[in-house]
């Protein structure tokens, strides 16, 4: 029993030198490895499972579309969505894939509420809850085409070519295949959920791109 719990505290201390080299991103040691959550192994979690918290092999949730084997609780809110007098892209709602992350990002649903077990155990912290109102974040929830690129030209083509990530997990294809889903702007066109992707010494954030010059932003916007 006791050297049990000390592999799993070596694995522990190895896990964060991963994560702080900036190594390859991989999920685990990311903010979305639930075998801990702010450093400890939770309650609901103590067999460190890393993948049952947003999927099951088996019984997925097929509620949303687009969702890939879901399992976690999905949300019942409605949002708000971004509007503005310059922006272009019209009929913004809320897509699948933004919708999965809001069933944990918009502070209502429980982390730990998956495998069709309700459970209000413990919700997201404030840093990192969106919340409903997305009015005050980067629009989501439309598509992303030629048509929008025609009526506003400091956007870059869909086709453009795009490089996510880098070294050994780049990943080389255009904006619409790395970047769009369903042809749609959402939470996954910068976030890389599993955290594959992390490049960088400030490789923080789980974003596609490194931070350095705005790499992700100019990706999109010729500015
Ligand atoms: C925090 C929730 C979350 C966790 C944890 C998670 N995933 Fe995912 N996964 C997603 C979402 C959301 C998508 C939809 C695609 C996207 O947003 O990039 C996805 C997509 C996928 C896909 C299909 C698309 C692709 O990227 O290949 C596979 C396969 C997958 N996940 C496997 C896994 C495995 C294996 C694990 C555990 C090691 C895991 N996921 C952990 C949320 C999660
Ligand atoms: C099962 C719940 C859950 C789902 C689903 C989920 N997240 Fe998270 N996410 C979390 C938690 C919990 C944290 C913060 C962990 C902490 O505080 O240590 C987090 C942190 C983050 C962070 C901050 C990363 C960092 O390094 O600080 C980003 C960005 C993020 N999530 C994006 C997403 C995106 C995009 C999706 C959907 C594709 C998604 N999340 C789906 C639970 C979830
Ligand atoms: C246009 C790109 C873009 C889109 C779209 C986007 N994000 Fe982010 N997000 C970022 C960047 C960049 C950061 C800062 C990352 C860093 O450097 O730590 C961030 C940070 C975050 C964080 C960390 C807390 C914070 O506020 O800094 C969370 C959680 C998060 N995003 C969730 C989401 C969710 C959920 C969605 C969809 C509703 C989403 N993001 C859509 C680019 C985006
Ligand atoms: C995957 C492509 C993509 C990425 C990456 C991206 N954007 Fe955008 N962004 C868009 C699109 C498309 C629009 C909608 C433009 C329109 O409809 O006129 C938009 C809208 C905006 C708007 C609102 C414009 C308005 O008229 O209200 C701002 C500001 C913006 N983006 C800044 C950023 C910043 C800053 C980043 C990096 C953190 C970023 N974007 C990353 C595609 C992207």
Same mark, same amino acid.
């Given at each position: 029993?006791?050297?049990?719990?000390?592999?799993?505290?070596?694995?522990?201390?190895?896990?964060?030198?991963?994560?702080?080299?900036?190594?390859?991103?991989?999920?685990?040691?990311?903010?979305?490895?639930?075998?801990?959550?702010?450093?400890?192994?939770?309650?609901?979690?103590?067999?460190?499972?890393?993948?049952?918290?947003?999927?099951?092999?088996?019984?997925?949730?097929?509620?949303?579309?687009?969702?890939?084997?879901?399992?976690?609780?999905?949300?019942?809110?409605?949002?708000?969505?971004?509007?503005?007098?310059?922006?272009?892209?019209?009929?913004?709602?809320?897509?699948?894939?933004?919708?999965?992350?809001? *069933?944990?990002? #918009?502070?209502?649903? !429980?982390?730990?509420?998956?495998? &069709? =077990?309700?459970?209000?155990?413990? @919700? %997201?912290? +404030?840093?990192?809850?969106?919340?409903?109102?997305?009015?005050?974040?980067?629009?989501?929830?439309?598509?992303?085409?030629?048509?929008?690129?025609?009526?506003?030209? *400091?956007?870059? #083509?869909?086709?453009? !070519?795009?490089?996510?990530?880098? &070294? =050994?997990?780049?990943?080389?294809? @255009? %904006?619409? +295949?790395?970047?769009?889903?369903?042809?749609?702007?959402?939470?996954?066109?910068?976030?890389?959920?599993?955290?594959?992707?992390?490049?960088?010494?400030?490789?923080?954030?789980?974003?596609?791109?490194?931070? !350095?010059?705005?790499?992700?932003?100019?990706?999109?916007?010729?500015?």
């Amino acid at each position: 029993m006791k050297i049990n719990i000390a592999v799993k505290c070596m694995l522990a201390v190895l896990m964060m030198f991963a994560a702080r080299a900036g190594v390859a991103g991989t999920l685990a040691g990311s903010a979305h490895d639930f075998s801990r959550v702010n450093g400890v192994v939770p309650a609901w979690n103590l067999d460190q499972k890393v993948c049952v918290v947003c999927h099951t092999p088996h019984n997925s949730n097929t509620s949303v579309s687009d969702a890939p084997l879901w399992n976690h609780t999905v949300t019942a809110s409605s949002f708000q969505m971004y509007t503005s007098p310059t922006l272009q892209a019209t009929g913004l709602s809320i897509g699948g894939n933004s919708k999965l992350c809001l *069933s944990c990002h #918009d502070g209502t649903v !429980a982390i730990d509420s998956f495998g &069709g =077990t309700p459970t209000t155990t413990q @919700t %997201i912290s +404030s840093a990192n809850n969106i919340g409903a109102d997305l009015r005050n974040d980067h629009p989501i929830g439309f598509t992303y085409d030629t048509n929008l690129v025609s009526k506003n030209p *400091s956007l870059r #083509d869909p086709g453009t !070519a795009v490089t996510i990530g880098a &070294g =050994t997990s780049s990943k080389v294809g @255009t %904006i619409a +295949s790395n970047m769009l889903f369903a042809g749609k702007m959402e939470c996954s066109s910068c976030h890389d959920v599993h955290n594959t992707f992390t490049v960088g010494s400030n490789g923080s954030g789980m974003v596609k791109m490194a931070a !350095a010059g705005s790499s992700l932003c100019v990706a999109c916007h010729n500015k």
